[in-house]
Protein backbone atom coordinates (compact mmCIF):
# COMPACT_ATOMS: atom_id res chain seq x y z
CA UNK A 1 0.00 0.00 0.00
CA UNK A 2 1.11 3.57 -0.69
CA UNK A 3 2.50 5.14 2.49
CA UNK A 4 -0.03 7.64 4.76
CA UNK A 5 1.00 10.46 6.13
CA UNK A 6 -1.44 13.09 7.86
CA UNK A 7 -0.63 15.70 4.68
CA UNK A 8 -0.97 12.73 2.02
CA UNK A 9 -4.21 11.52 4.12
CA UNK A 10 -5.82 15.09 3.92
CA UNK A 11 -5.01 15.43 0.07
CA UNK A 12 -7.12 12.44 -0.60
CA UNK A 13 -10.73 12.42 -0.80
CA UNK A 14 -11.69 10.44 2.36
CA UNK A 15 -14.68 8.79 3.04
CA UNK A 16 -16.01 8.46 6.88
CA UNK A 17 -17.66 4.82 8.11
CA UNK A 18 -16.47 1.40 7.61
CA UNK A 19 -19.45 0.46 5.71
CA UNK A 20 -18.27 2.84 2.79
CA UNK A 21 -13.79 -2.63 9.06
CA UNK A 22 -12.49 -21.14 24.18
CA UNK A 23 -10.25 -23.88 23.01
CA UNK A 24 -7.85 -24.54 20.49
CA UNK A 25 -10.19 -25.76 17.88
CA UNK A 26 -9.73 -23.52 15.06
CA UNK A 27 -12.62 -21.85 13.07
CA UNK A 28 -11.44 -22.06 9.39
CA UNK A 29 -13.13 -18.96 8.26
CA UNK A 30 -15.13 -16.18 10.17
CA UNK A 31 -17.26 -14.78 7.19
CA UNK A 32 -20.85 -16.03 6.08
CA UNK A 33 -19.29 -16.52 2.31
CA UNK A 34 -22.89 -17.61 1.07
CA UNK A 35 -23.90 -13.65 0.99
CA UNK A 36 -22.87 -10.65 2.29
CA UNK A 37 -25.28 -8.48 4.69
CA UNK A 38 -27.60 -5.97 3.05
CA UNK A 39 -25.14 -3.32 4.94
CA UNK A 40 -22.09 -4.35 2.56
CA UNK A 41 -23.60 -3.73 -0.30
CA UNK A 42 -26.25 -0.92 -2.03
CA UNK A 43 -28.71 -1.93 -4.86
CA UNK A 44 -29.06 -0.21 -7.48
CA UNK A 45 -32.75 1.09 -6.12
CA UNK A 46 -31.34 2.66 -3.52
CA UNK A 47 -29.13 4.90 -5.39
CA UNK A 48 -29.22 8.39 -4.95
CA UNK A 49 -29.59 10.06 -7.96
CA UNK A 50 -29.40 9.41 -11.82
CA UNK A 51 -26.59 7.60 -11.76
CA UNK A 52 -28.63 4.11 -10.52
CA UNK A 53 -30.94 4.09 -13.86
CA UNK A 54 -29.42 1.37 -16.37
CA UNK A 55 -26.89 3.18 -18.48
CA UNK A 56 -24.13 1.87 -21.31
CA UNK A 57 -23.99 -2.27 -21.09
CA UNK A 58 -20.22 -2.25 -19.62
CA UNK A 59 -18.06 -5.30 -19.23
CA UNK A 60 -16.34 -5.23 -15.18
CA UNK A 61 -13.79 -8.09 -14.76
CA UNK A 62 -12.75 -8.97 -11.23
CA UNK A 63 -9.52 -10.41 -10.11
CA UNK A 64 -8.46 -11.66 -6.28
CA UNK A 65 -6.95 -14.02 -4.59
CA UNK A 66 -8.87 -17.30 -3.88
CA UNK A 67 -10.94 -16.60 -0.56
CA UNK A 68 -8.37 -18.81 2.04
CA UNK A 69 -9.34 -16.20 4.41
CA UNK A 70 -12.41 -14.71 5.59
CA UNK A 71 -12.10 -11.43 4.44
CA UNK A 72 -10.77 -12.33 1.19
CA UNK A 73 -14.20 -14.32 0.75
CA UNK A 74 -16.07 -11.62 2.32
CA UNK A 75 -14.57 -9.48 -0.60
CA UNK A 76 -15.24 -11.56 -4.00
CA UNK A 77 -18.62 -12.61 -2.44
CA UNK A 78 -19.43 -8.47 -1.97
CA UNK A 79 -17.96 -7.50 -5.58
CA UNK A 80 -20.48 -10.26 -7.16
CA UNK A 81 -23.70 -9.29 -5.64
CA UNK A 82 -23.04 -5.34 -5.80
CA UNK A 83 -22.02 -6.44 -10.15
CA UNK A 84 -26.02 -7.74 -9.86
CA UNK A 85 -27.51 -5.24 -8.60
CA UNK A 86 -27.11 -3.67 -11.80
CA UNK A 87 -28.51 -4.16 -15.29
CA UNK A 88 -26.07 -2.76 -17.43
CA UNK A 89 -23.08 -4.64 -15.70
CA UNK A 90 -21.26 -8.09 -17.33
CA UNK A 91 -19.48 -9.40 -14.24
CA UNK A 92 -16.53 -11.01 -15.48
CA UNK A 93 -14.52 -13.60 -12.68
CA UNK A 94 -10.99 -14.07 -13.43
CA UNK A 95 -9.29 -16.23 -11.27
CA UNK A 96 -5.94 -14.55 -9.48
CA UNK A 97 -4.07 -17.91 -9.35
CA UNK A 98 -1.85 -18.85 -6.59
CA UNK A 99 0.54 -16.37 -6.28
CA UNK A 100 1.55 -12.95 -8.19
CA UNK A 101 2.85 -14.25 -11.06
CA UNK A 102 -0.31 -16.52 -11.87
CA UNK A 103 -2.45 -13.65 -11.65
CA UNK A 104 -0.23 -11.58 -13.88
CA UNK A 105 -0.64 -13.71 -16.29
CA UNK A 106 -4.66 -14.35 -15.90
CA UNK A 107 -4.39 -10.55 -16.41
CA UNK A 108 -2.44 -10.19 -19.09
CA UNK A 109 -4.71 -12.43 -20.94
CA UNK A 110 -7.60 -10.64 -20.04
CA UNK A 111 -6.20 -7.46 -21.48
CA UNK A 112 -6.28 -9.30 -25.12
CA UNK A 113 -10.36 -9.86 -24.53
CA UNK A 114 -10.95 -6.25 -23.93
CA UNK A 115 -13.09 -5.74 -20.92
CA UNK A 116 -14.40 -2.11 -20.12
CA UNK A 117 -12.65 -2.24 -16.65
CA UNK A 118 -10.75 -4.50 -14.33
CA UNK A 119 -11.41 -4.31 -11.04
CA UNK A 120 -8.09 -5.95 -9.26
CA UNK A 121 -6.96 -6.43 -5.50
CA UNK A 122 -3.25 -8.15 -6.58
CA UNK A 123 -1.69 -10.95 -4.35
CA UNK A 124 1.28 -7.87 -4.05
CA UNK A 125 0.38 -4.54 -5.11
CA UNK A 126 3.75 -3.92 -5.96
CA UNK A 127 4.45 -7.55 -7.83
CA UNK A 128 1.18 -6.76 -9.88
CA UNK A 129 1.87 -2.82 -10.60
CA UNK A 130 3.31 -3.78 -14.03
CA UNK A 131 -0.19 -5.64 -14.69
CA UNK A 132 -2.05 -2.68 -13.63
CA UNK A 133 0.31 -0.78 -15.95
CA UNK A 134 -0.43 -3.22 -19.13
CA UNK A 135 -3.92 -3.05 -18.64
CA UNK A 136 -3.94 1.31 -18.63
CA UNK A 137 -2.14 1.65 -21.55
CA UNK A 138 -3.94 -0.90 -23.65
CA UNK A 139 -6.27 1.89 -22.29
CA UNK A 140 -8.55 -0.06 -20.04
CA UNK A 141 -8.91 1.58 -16.63
CA UNK A 142 -8.06 -0.45 -13.49
CA UNK A 143 -9.51 -0.17 -10.36
CA UNK A 144 -6.73 -0.73 -7.90
CA UNK A 145 -8.45 -2.43 -4.74
CA UNK A 146 -7.27 -2.84 -1.25
CA UNK A 147 -3.37 -3.64 -2.05
CA UNK A 148 -1.57 -0.41 -3.57
CA UNK A 149 0.11 -0.56 -6.60
CA UNK A 150 3.11 1.96 -6.24
CA UNK A 151 2.92 3.71 -9.50
CA UNK A 152 -0.09 6.11 -10.13
CA UNK A 153 -0.19 5.61 -13.82
CA UNK A 154 -1.04 1.92 -13.00
CA UNK A 155 -4.72 3.03 -11.54
CA UNK A 156 -7.69 4.91 -12.78
CA UNK A 157 -9.11 4.67 -9.11
CA UNK A 158 -7.64 3.14 -5.96
CA UNK A 159 -10.23 2.22 -3.23
CA UNK A 160 -8.65 1.06 0.14
CA UNK A 161 -8.74 0.90 3.97
CA UNK A 162 -6.49 3.34 5.88
CA UNK A 163 -4.29 1.36 7.43
CA UNK A 164 -1.68 3.88 8.52
CA UNK A 165 -5.04 4.52 10.31
CA UNK A 166 -6.08 1.31 11.85
CA UNK A 167 -2.93 1.44 13.44
CA UNK A 168 -3.69 4.90 14.72
CA UNK A 169 -7.02 3.76 16.00
CA UNK A 170 -5.94 0.64 17.84
CA UNK A 171 -2.95 3.03 19.54
CA UNK A 172 -5.56 5.69 20.64
CA UNK A 173 -7.85 2.80 21.95
CA UNK A 174 -5.28 1.16 23.89
CA UNK A 175 -3.81 4.24 25.27
CA UNK A 176 -7.27 5.78 26.47
CA UNK A 177 -7.52 2.17 28.31
CA UNK A 178 -4.19 2.29 29.73
CA UNK A 179 -4.44 5.80 31.66
CA UNK A 180 -8.11 5.05 32.91
CA UNK A 181 -7.05 1.78 34.74
CA UNK A 182 -3.75 4.15 35.57
CA UNK A 183 -1.31 1.75 34.22
CA UNK A 184 2.59 2.51 34.30
CA UNK A 185 5.02 1.68 31.99
CA UNK A 186 2.70 -0.83 30.10
CA UNK A 187 3.89 -3.68 27.96
CA UNK A 188 2.28 -3.75 25.03
CA UNK A 189 2.30 -6.39 22.55
CA UNK A 190 1.55 -6.29 18.59
CA UNK A 191 0.67 -9.47 16.46
CA UNK A 192 0.89 -8.58 12.76
CA UNK A 193 -0.13 -9.87 9.54
CA UNK A 194 1.95 -10.77 6.53
CA UNK A 195 4.69 -8.25 7.05
CA UNK A 196 5.81 -8.45 3.13
CA UNK A 197 2.81 -6.36 2.43
CA UNK A 198 2.92 -2.76 2.88
CA UNK A 199 -0.35 -2.69 4.56
CA UNK A 200 0.78 -4.59 7.02
CA UNK A 201 3.70 -2.42 7.29
CA UNK A 202 1.48 0.68 7.16
CA UNK A 203 -0.88 -0.45 10.51
CA UNK A 204 2.64 -1.28 12.11
CA UNK A 205 3.56 2.22 11.55
CA UNK A 206 0.67 3.70 12.67
CA UNK A 207 0.28 1.74 15.58
CA UNK A 208 4.03 2.47 16.60
CA UNK A 209 3.88 5.82 15.76
CA UNK A 210 0.81 6.89 18.03
CA UNK A 211 1.97 5.02 21.03
CA UNK A 212 5.27 7.02 20.60
CA UNK A 213 3.52 10.25 20.74
CA UNK A 214 2.37 8.82 24.74
CA UNK A 215 5.43 8.00 25.25
CA UNK A 216 4.79 4.16 24.84
CA UNK A 217 5.96 1.46 22.66
CA UNK A 218 5.51 -2.19 21.46
CA UNK A 219 7.43 -4.32 23.73
CA UNK A 220 7.41 -7.10 21.56
CA UNK A 221 6.06 -8.22 18.05
CA UNK A 222 5.28 -10.85 15.78
CA UNK A 223 4.20 -11.18 11.93
CA UNK A 224 1.38 -13.44 11.92
CA UNK A 225 0.19 -14.56 8.37
CA UNK A 226 -3.81 -13.53 8.36
CA UNK A 227 -4.94 -17.27 9.13
CA UNK A 228 -5.91 -18.86 12.69
CA UNK A 229 -3.50 -21.22 12.80
CA UNK A 230 -0.51 -18.34 11.90
CA UNK A 231 -2.40 -16.05 14.71
CA UNK A 232 -2.18 -19.20 16.93
CA UNK A 233 0.83 -20.25 16.50
CA UNK A 234 2.60 -16.45 17.14
CA UNK A 235 0.52 -15.56 20.07
CA UNK A 236 1.61 -19.10 21.57
CA UNK A 237 5.23 -17.32 20.76
CA UNK A 238 4.32 -14.05 22.18
CA UNK A 239 2.77 -14.96 25.29
CA UNK A 240 6.02 -17.48 26.38
CA UNK A 241 8.20 -14.34 25.82
CA UNK A 242 5.95 -12.00 27.62
CA UNK A 243 5.05 -13.70 31.04
CA UNK A 244 2.95 -10.12 31.75
CA UNK A 245 1.07 -7.86 29.06
CA UNK A 246 -0.83 -5.22 29.98
CA UNK A 247 -2.81 -4.75 26.18
CA UNK A 248 -2.59 -6.42 22.91
CA UNK A 249 -3.15 -5.59 19.26
CA UNK A 250 -3.96 -8.17 16.46
CA UNK A 251 -4.23 -6.71 13.34
CA UNK A 252 -6.70 -9.59 11.90
CA UNK A 253 -9.83 -10.63 13.23
CA UNK A 254 -9.71 -14.09 11.08
CA UNK A 255 -6.23 -14.31 12.55
CA UNK A 256 -7.52 -13.45 15.96
CA UNK A 257 -9.52 -16.91 15.99
CA UNK A 258 -6.16 -18.13 16.75
CA UNK A 259 -4.23 -16.01 19.04
CA UNK A 260 -7.70 -16.05 21.57
CA UNK A 261 -7.25 -19.89 21.19
CA UNK A 262 -3.45 -19.18 22.18
CA UNK A 263 -4.49 -17.35 24.91
CA UNK A 264 -7.12 -19.67 26.22
CA UNK A 265 -4.92 -22.52 26.10
CA UNK A 266 -2.41 -20.77 28.45
CA UNK A 267 -5.00 -19.39 30.84
CA UNK A 268 -4.27 -15.68 30.11
CA UNK A 269 -6.35 -12.73 31.56
CA UNK A 270 -4.54 -10.18 32.65
CA UNK A 271 -4.53 -8.03 29.11
CA UNK A 272 -6.70 -6.83 27.00
CA UNK A 273 -6.75 -7.10 23.37
CA UNK A 274 -8.11 -5.07 20.56
CA UNK A 275 -8.55 -6.74 17.30
CA UNK A 276 -8.95 -5.41 13.04
CA UNK A 277 -11.38 -5.50 10.22
CA UNK A 278 -14.38 -6.23 12.23
CA UNK A 279 -15.15 -9.86 11.62
CA UNK A 280 -18.94 -10.43 13.27
CA UNK A 281 -17.36 -13.25 15.32
CA UNK A 282 -15.20 -10.40 16.89
CA UNK A 283 -18.37 -7.97 16.96
CA UNK A 284 -19.93 -10.64 19.16
CA UNK A 285 -17.20 -11.54 21.25
CA UNK A 286 -17.20 -7.83 21.66
CA UNK A 287 -20.87 -7.75 22.78
CA UNK A 288 -20.99 -10.59 24.72
CA UNK A 289 -17.38 -9.08 26.95
CA UNK A 290 -16.17 -12.82 27.92
CA UNK A 291 -12.76 -12.81 26.29
CA UNK A 292 -10.24 -10.34 26.35
CA UNK A 293 -11.11 -9.02 23.31
CA UNK A 294 -12.56 -5.57 23.96
CA UNK A 295 -12.76 -3.77 20.58
CA UNK A 296 -11.31 -4.24 17.01
CA UNK A 297 -10.84 -1.40 14.34
CA UNK A 298 -12.85 -1.22 10.88
CA UNK A 299 -11.20 -2.59 7.69
CA UNK A 300 -14.68 -3.42 5.80
CA UNK A 301 -14.78 -6.11 2.76
CA UNK A 302 -17.81 -3.58 1.56
CA UNK A 303 -15.38 -1.74 -0.19
CA UNK A 304 -15.17 -4.04 -2.84
CA UNK A 305 -19.13 -3.33 -3.28
CA UNK A 306 -17.71 0.19 -3.66
CA UNK A 307 -15.13 -0.15 -6.10
CA UNK A 308 -17.64 -2.40 -8.63
CA UNK A 309 -20.00 0.97 -8.58
CA UNK A 310 -17.38 3.32 -9.05
CA UNK A 311 -16.10 1.12 -11.91
CA UNK A 312 -19.42 1.26 -13.45
CA UNK A 313 -19.46 4.65 -13.38
CA UNK A 314 -15.75 5.05 -14.74
CA UNK A 315 -16.76 2.65 -17.71
CA UNK A 316 -19.98 4.51 -18.56
CA UNK A 317 -18.21 8.16 -18.30
CA UNK A 318 -20.40 8.99 -14.91
CA UNK A 319 -19.13 11.21 -12.08
CA UNK A 320 -20.58 10.19 -8.32
CA UNK A 321 -23.27 12.45 -8.59
CA UNK A 322 -23.28 13.96 -5.11
CA UNK A 323 -19.65 15.33 -6.15
CA UNK A 324 -19.49 19.00 -8.11
CA UNK A 325 -16.61 17.38 -10.30
CA UNK A 326 -17.59 15.39 -13.26
CA UNK A 327 -15.31 12.13 -12.79
CA UNK A 328 -15.06 9.45 -10.26
CA UNK A 329 -12.02 10.77 -7.63
CA UNK A 330 -8.48 9.02 -8.65
CA UNK A 331 -8.19 7.87 -5.13
CA UNK A 332 -10.77 7.09 -1.98
CA UNK A 333 -9.87 6.08 1.32
CA UNK A 334 -12.09 4.53 3.88
CA UNK A 335 -11.96 5.79 7.72
CA UNK A 336 -11.13 3.11 10.44
CA UNK A 337 -13.49 3.02 13.16
CA UNK A 338 -13.44 1.25 16.64
CA UNK A 339 -16.26 -1.01 17.69
CA UNK A 340 -16.50 -1.54 21.12
CA UNK A 341 -19.06 -2.98 22.95
CA UNK A 342 -20.64 0.33 23.76
CA UNK A 343 -21.55 0.68 19.90
CA UNK A 344 -21.03 -3.11 18.65
CA UNK A 345 -24.97 -2.94 17.99
CA UNK A 346 -24.45 -0.50 15.48
CA UNK A 347 -21.73 -2.74 13.35
CA UNK A 348 -22.83 -5.73 13.97
CA UNK A 349 -24.55 -5.67 10.24
CA UNK A 350 -21.48 -4.94 9.26
CA UNK A 351 -19.60 -7.88 10.14
CA UNK A 352 -18.22 -10.32 7.34
Known sequence: ????????????????????????LLAGCTSNESAPTAAQTKGADAAAGGNAEPGKKVVVAFSAPAADHGWLAAITTNAKA???????????????????AAQRAAISTLISQKPDIIVMLP????????AGLEAMKAGIPVVNLDRAFPDALAYRLQVKGDNYGMGVAAAHYIVDQLKAKNVSNPVIAEIA?????????????????????????????????FTADSGQ???SQLLRALPKIDAVWN?????????LAAINQANRKEFFMVGGAGSKKAIEDIQADNTVLKATVTYSPSMASSAISLARLIAQGKGMSDLVELQVPKEIILASETITKENASNYIKLGF
Open 1 to 24: MTQHSGDVSRRRLLFGGAAVGAGV
Open 82 to 100: QAGAYSDVEFKTVEAGADA
Open 123 to 130: HDGKELNA
Open 193 to 225: GMDELELTQERSKGFADTLAQNGLKVANRRAAR
Open 233 to 235: AEA
Open 251 to 259: HDDDQGIGV
